[in-house]
């Protein structure tokens, strides 16, 4: 039930375009259907965003490139990864194997 209802809220605050914030404070970006959601999400410092692969079979992983750092494990469904971003600033990033369908994202640190 409590998943349940945590998908409602997801569906509805995507749908307006706002940030979907988890019980511990965290920010959550959803990877699903090939993509990042929301794709751009602005949060304040100091911030922690988790990514969570919300796809049946597909995994997808990570990568701030710009940054010059590796790649991220991949991520496959029901398996997520965190980041806490202390600095403000513009931070792109992507999913290394699908990059060239247009999987990528950007957190904006404020
Ligand atoms: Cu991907």
Same mark, same amino acid.
């Given at each position: 039930?409590?998943?349940?209802?945590?998908?409602?809220?997801?569906?509805?605050?995507?749908?307006?375009?706002?940030?979907?914030?988890?019980?511990?404070?965290?920010?959550?970006?959803?990877?699903?259907?090939?993509?990042?959601?929301?794709?751009?999400?602005?949060?304040?410092?100091?911030?922690?965003?988790?990514?969570?692969?919300?796809?049946?079979?597909?995994?997808?992983?990570?990568?701030?490139?710009?940054?010059?750092? =590796? /790649? @991220? #494990? *991949?991520?496959?469904?029901? +398996?997520?990864? $965190?980041?806490?971003?202390? =600095? /403000? @600033? #513009? *931070?792109?990033?992507?999913? +290394?194997?699908? $990059?060239?369908?247009?999987?990528?994202?950007?957190?904006?640190?404020?």
């Amino acid at each position: 039930m409590k998943s349940l209802l945590i998908g409602l809220v997801m569906v509805v605050a995507l749908g307006w375009g706002g940030v979907l914030v988890a019980d511990d404070d965290t920010v959550v970006v959803v990877m699903r259907d090939m993509a990042f959601k929301p794709e751009e999400v602005t949060v304040q410092v100091g911030r922690t965003v988790r990514w969570e692969n919300h796809e049946r079979r597909q995994f997808h992983n990570v990568w701030f490139r710009e940054l010059g750092e =590796e /790649p @991220g #494990e *991949y991520l496959f469904p029901e +398996e997520s990864m $965190e980041r806490t971003f202390d =600095e /403000p @600033g #513009e *931070y792109p990033y992507l999913c +290394e194997p699908h $990059e060239d369908r247009g999987m990528t994202g950007v957190i904006r640190v404020e």
